[in-house]
């Protein structure tokens, strides 16, 4: 019975190291989150309800547009499965370990003013699907925010899949104080799903720094003249429905899908083109509601998003 009852006792200790263990790394990597937010002034997720509005699109350029304008940005994808940030940057370069064991990784260096971090930069083939489930999607962006050496930056932009799924509650979860950018496009099946997205940012306690409106209308190559397509207006319809800010519309421009494809901005370069122009209003809109300053210090930890309680 002894033996026993000691077999029982030594099991049990094993069960409760590891769990001691399990707890600590937690509190370890919560630490290291807090540290690295705390040094971070605003944080924008950018989303939408449905894919193809031109949402990473946008995301880029944010980043890049006001990293050209002197703030410090960082641009971090979270869309797990279809990573396309490096991509629409041409960024080259694989991850590289840090330099001290419990030292931090280095996110790719787009510019002076831009780091850059995505699952892409992660892979040896760039080209192999990710098969994950939700708990190891959550994990990836819990360490893309605490081990990756963000620095003090202005703004951090977060691009986001479609939907609101696991990759925008993790970042919702394990960032505090993090805003909203939506994206939609004009026409009413997107107006019905970026519902949604708004939804969202309520139950979820999301500021929403505003609307944006895309592909509002095309910009014809030949005379320059706008022709509405979708439609417009629609964006600016529903910020009013949900008295949002609306933080402007953008006409679709063929160029923009060219630059796209070569790894080069053109929302953010070209100043003549009027899809520029309307960019660089949105831009401004969003310094105004979300004005550079210095960092506020370590922000309160954000909850782990296990199933611990």
């Known amino acids: 019975m002894s033996g026993s009852s000691c077999s029982s006792s030594c099991s049990s200790a094993s069960s409760c190291a590891s769990k001691e263990s399990q707890q600590a790394q937690a509190a370890q990597q919560e630490n290291a989150i807090s540290r690295s937010l705390g040094k971070i002034k605003h944080k924008i997720l950018v989303m939408s309800g449905k894919g193809g509005v ?6 880029v350029n944010l980043a890049l547009a006001l990293a050209k304008n002197g703030h410090r940005v960082g641009l971090m994808d979270v869309d797990i499965h279809g990573p396309d940030v490096v991509r629409m940057l041409n960024l080259q370069g694989t991850l ?3 330099a001290t064991p419990d030292g931090l990784i280095a996110p790719l260096q787009y510019n002076e003013n831009v780091k850059v971090v995505s699952l892409e930069y992660m892979m040896k083939d760039r080209d192999e699907a990710i098969i994950w489930r939700g708990p190891l999607k959550m994990q990836a962006i819990r360490q ?3 081990d990756m050496d963000w620095g003090e930056l202005d703004y951090l932009v977060i691009d986001a899949p479609p939907g609101t799924g696991d990759e ?3 970042v919702a979860q394990t960032i505090p104080l993090v805003k909203a ?7 009413k099946v997107a107006l019905a799903d970026v519902r949604k997205s708004i939804n969202f940012c309520k139950a979820v306690k999301m500021e929403i720094v505003g609307v944006v409106e895309n592909m509002s209308g095309l910009i014809c190559p030949h005379c320059g003249e706008v022709v ?3 439609k417009s207006g629609g964006g600016e319809s529903i910020a009013r429905e949900f008295d949002l800010p609306f933080l402007g519309r953008i006409p679709m421009d063929p160029k923009v899908v060219m630059a ?4 080069l901005p053109y929302l953010s370069e070209n100043a003549d083109s009027p899809a ?3 960019f660089a209003n949105v831009v401004k809109a969003v310094e105004l509601r979300l004005p550079p300053g210095k960092p506020s210090g370590p922000l309160p930890m954000a909850g782990c998003g296990c199933s611990c309680g």
């Open 228 to 230: 509405e397509v979708f």
């Open 144 to 146: 893309f925010v605490g």
């Open 260 to 263: 796209g494809d070569d790894g």
């Open 96 to 98: 590289q370990p840090p």
């Open 54 to 59: 031109g949402k990473s699109t946008v995301s």
């Open 181 to 187: 950018v939506v994206v939609t496009t004009p026409q």
């Open 168 to 170: 925008p509650l993790t």
């Open 276 to 278: 520029a122009q309307a």
